[in-house]
């Protein structure tokens, strides 16, 4: 039987970049059919079953069927995989609190809606932004889903600080492992090169530069997602689809032996970070759930910017909670 995956924001420029990739089983693997439900906004919708005829069109032989919907419910009806990437983006003179509250406006009711209708073995990854705290949001408004199936996206950062790390060094990104994003999808994310390797060796010790890692490597990868708009004008797209693939991918199928990914997960107090945020950790997956690796190596460098980031999260924690949102 067909896989379900629902993705919201169809219309957006990630949802043209993901859709195809999905239809095509990169998402899951290169043996099992996946049905797409689509999910828009009433304005989004013509442009999403534009969208759906050129899926149509490409004759993906996993493809099973497609659907679009401006209804959250049915979106979600049987939903194995809920990848969440519309969201309400930042305008121009909005405060911190009306975006969050406008979020709260999105992800409130589809995680009710996910609480409502999907499979039982749901697993749900956000991507818009704010992505942890929308994360945290639909998780706290899905009664009866246990929190662990809600997700949010850290994996562009993660694919951003092995790229930058393989061009530092000139060691291929294929040996470049354990890469750990810490904390909040947003600037103040934390690339840890103590625990990742290159070429099986200590990350921070093959660049053996405090300053370039401290003053040009975090800033770098933090401020990427700017870099990026600068340059083409429009945010990160084929390479955030990319990145939603790879998470989702190995959440399914697995991680390899000796090696972890990010993910932004619900926080079990592991490293001190606190219960009841989303925050990201190195994490392996066996069997389709996913464990924090704990006891790394945690040094005053990192737990200064760990610190930092978890803070941030908090932040967000609290100002949605006043809101009734959590
Ligand atoms: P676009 O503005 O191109 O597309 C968003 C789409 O979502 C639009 O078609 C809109 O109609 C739809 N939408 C809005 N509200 C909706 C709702 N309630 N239900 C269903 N659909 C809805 O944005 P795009 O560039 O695709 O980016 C999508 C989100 O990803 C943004 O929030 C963006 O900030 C976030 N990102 C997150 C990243 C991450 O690493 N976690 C990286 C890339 C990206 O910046």
Redesign the pocket.
């Known amino acids: 039987m067909a896989t379900t995956v629902t993705v919201?924001?169809?219309?957006?420029?990630?949802?043209y970049a993901l859709l195809f990739r999905i239809a095509s089983g990169q998402l899951l693997g290169p043996d099992k059919p996946v049905h797409l439900n689509l999910?828009?906004?009433p304005?989004?919708v013509k442009?999403a079953e534009g969208t759906a005829l050129e899926l149509f069109d490409s004759a993906f032989p996993l493809l099973a069927g497609i659907d679009v919907y401006d209804d959250?419910k049915q979106a979600f009806d049987g939903a194995n995989i809920a990848l969440l990437?519309?969201?309400?983006?930042r305008t121009k003179g909005m405060e911190r609190a009306d975006l969050l509250e406008a979020n709260g406006g999105?992800f409130k009711p589809?995680g009710e809606a996910i609480a409502a209708g999907a499979a039982d073995d749901i697993k749900v990854l956000v991507?818009?932004?704010p992505?942890n705290t929308n994360a945290l949001i639909a998780a706290s408004n899905a009664d009866g889903v246990p929190k662990e199936r809600f997700t949010?996206?850290?994996r562009?950062?993660h694919n951003r600080a092995i790229a930058q790390l393989a061009q530092k060094t000139g060691a291929p990104v294929s040996e470049i492992t354990n890469m750990t994003i810490w904390g909040n999808?947003s600037p103040s994310m934390y690339p840890d090169l103590f625990n990742a390797k290159v070429k099986g060796e200590r990350a921070w010790d093959a660049v053996g530069d405090e300053a370039w890692v401290a003053d040009e490597y975090i800033p770098r990868v933090g401020k990427r997602?700017a870099e990026i708009i600068e340059a083409r004008g429009a945010?990160?797209?084929a390479s955030?689809a990319s990145?939603a693939i790879d998470h989702v991918y190995d959440w399914v199928n697995g991680t390899k032996d000796g090696e972890w990914v990010s993910m932004a997960v619900p926080s079990t107090g592991a490293y001190g970070v606190p219960e009841g945020i989303i925050s990201s950790f190195p994490v392996t997956v066996s069997g389709g759930e996913y464990t924090i690796v704990e006891g790394l190596d945690v040094p005053e460098f990192s737990q200064q910017r760990i610190d930092k980031t978890v803070a941030e999260l908090q932040e967000e924690r609290e100002a949605v909670a006043k809101l009734g949102l959590v």
């Open positions: 919201t924001g169809a219309a957006g420029q990630i949802g999910l828009e906004i304005q989004g442009a959250a990437v519309g969201a309400r983006p999105i589809q991507v818009g932004n992505a949010a996206m850290t562009l950062d999808h997602g945010s990160s797209a955030a990145a």
